[in-house]
């Protein structure tokens, strides 16, 4: 508990830094969000607002005042109340605020119409998620105006509104030695649930239940939520890319795309395997799996400090266009139909994303307009993929409706990358071999 609360201290620190002595922060919590009737969703905290206090609650604002003499770090939240813990459990309270998040100040909620515009007085820029809570970001306006409308007594309100995002997500993208230590034990909870995923897997089961499988590995490792909704696609709906329904029959001879990651701490894991239903490729399967593995090869290969965002893109790219000429898929120079982006209707999206705590995580691709060099403490997903449609009229019909996407979590580090997802089975001999051996045979 020490280290972690020394971990957001030291992310405080910085965060006032960067906004400098003269200025002002302010962040809301998320909100409830009803399912229905008086029934609530489970509450999951704003990714920037935990960064920067670990604080778990909704109704609550944080504030940053570098250099105010009374302490730099505020806190509006909820008052405890016994009556309400009863119902749902104990909040934190004025006191806990204090004692257990290191706040400097802690004041309700309920009285933040009436301290936070003084707050803003005489501060020359206010930092906040601009766009990102629009109900907010008026409230702020009106606690300006308020500021505003005492000119006249010598009083100035914050002559320029800033977003947080740049300065805060450029903190985010950079993770700490603690960050991925969170990262690697939400990689390991999801790398055992896919292995369980394939060992259970049998032709006739539904989709749902291989995703109750790995769900229930998440749960009994403590990660209780999900890093995103699980995509369990079988046969066809493999080539569905963001397939979430999950309820079709697993038929034999299909392939099965899993694409799930539990959350741990707040941060996310993020893996997609490929496997056979019934535990043995095709050779048309086996033909285009080979092909997009040795599209991830290349592409991790890519995954070094120094090389820029896009090069694993580029190589996964090369390799895939260059294989489907091989296998009769695309006909033509490889270069032109690079250039001509001739392989997008079997693969049409990016190689991969920043990964944090969002699972398609902050932080920009380009600076100036320029493809950004990586660094260590970088984390990305790498994860190729093809998607012959079943109704792909131009190609054969034995390469039609099967879906295939390989994905792993990695790390930059200084002397090049760490696979954080590495021992989840992707080579077809270890895939079949595991397979086989859950089944018996």
């Known amino acids: 508990m020490l280290k972690k609360q020394q971990e957001f201290a030291r992310r405080r620190q910085q965060f006032l830094r960067m906004i ?25 905290q704003n990714s920037d607002f935990f960064y920067l206090s670990g604080f778990d609650e909704p109704e609550s604002v944080i504030v ?7 302490g730099e770090y505020i806190l509006f939240c909820r008052e405890f109340d016994e009556k309400t813990a009863l ?26 119409d009436d301290i936070l515009p003084g707050l803003l007085e005489n501060k020359n820029c206010l930092y906040f998620p601009m766009g990102a809570q629009p109900n907010f970001d008026q409230k702020l306006m009106d606690w300006s105006q308020q500021v505003r409308s005492r000119s006249r007594a010598g009083v100035s309100a914050p002559a320029e509104f800033i977003s947080s995002d740049h300065l805060l997500h450029e903190m985010r993208l950079i993770k700490s030695a603690y960050e991925i230590k969170q990262m690697k034990k939400a990689a390991k909870i999801s790398v055992a649930a896919h292995i369980k995923a394939m ?46 329904d999950n309820n079709a029959v697993l038929k034999d001879g299909d392939l099965l795309l899993i694409d ?9 894991s993020d893996i997609t395997r490929t496997f056979p239903v019934n535990g043995v490729f095709s050779d048309e399967q ?11 090869y290349a592409a991790i290969e890519q995954v070094q400090p120094g090389h820029h965002w896009n090069d694993p893109h580029d190589a996964a790219v090369k390799v895939l266009t260059q294989g489907l000429v091989a296998l009769g898929l695309l006909k033509g120079q490889v270069s032109t139909l ?13 190689t ?36 012959i449609q079943p109704d792909a009229k131009e190609v054969d019909e034995k390469w039609r409706g099967i879906g295939i996407r390989i994905e792993d979590d990695v790390l930059v580090t200084k002397k090049g990358h760490e696979v954080l997802t590495e021992a989840t089975p992707k080579e077809v001999v270890d895939i079949e071999r595991l397979m086989r051996a859950a089944n018996g045979t």
Request: charged share 20%; aromatic share 12%.
């Open 199 to 244: 060992q259970s897997c049998r032709v006739g089961m539904y989709e749902y239940q291989v995703e109750a499988n790995l769900k229930h590995h998440f749960m009994n490792e403590g990660a209780q939520q999900e890093a995103y909704p699980a995509i369990v696609g079988g046969g066809n709906n493999g080539c569905v890319l963001h397939y979430i």
């Open 338 to 350: 690079i250039k001509n982006e001739a392989y997008k209707p079997y693969y049409m999206h990016r």
């Open 286 to 296: 086996k033909a285009l799996y080979q092909l997009v593995l040795d599209a991830q």
């Open 64 to 70: 940053f005042v570098p250099g105010r003499k009374q």
């Open 87 to 112: 119902w749902v459990g104990a909040n934190a309270g004025l006191d806990g605020a204090i004692k257990d998040y290191a706040v400097d100040d802690a004041f309700p909620i309920d009285d933040i």
């Open 20 to 44: 400098g002595v003269g200025n002002i922060a302010v962040f809301a919590s998320a909100s409830i969000s009803m399912r229905n009737s008086d029934v609530e969703f489970p509450f999951r």
């Open 352 to 387: 991969g994303h920043w990964l944090g705590m969002d699972v398609h995580d902050v932080g920009d691709y380009k600076l100036d307009n320029q493809w950004r060099l990586l660094e260590p403490g970088m984390v990305l997903t790498v994860e190729p993929g093809l998607y």
């Open 260 to 268: 799930a990651g539990c959350e741990w701490e707040k941060y996310a």
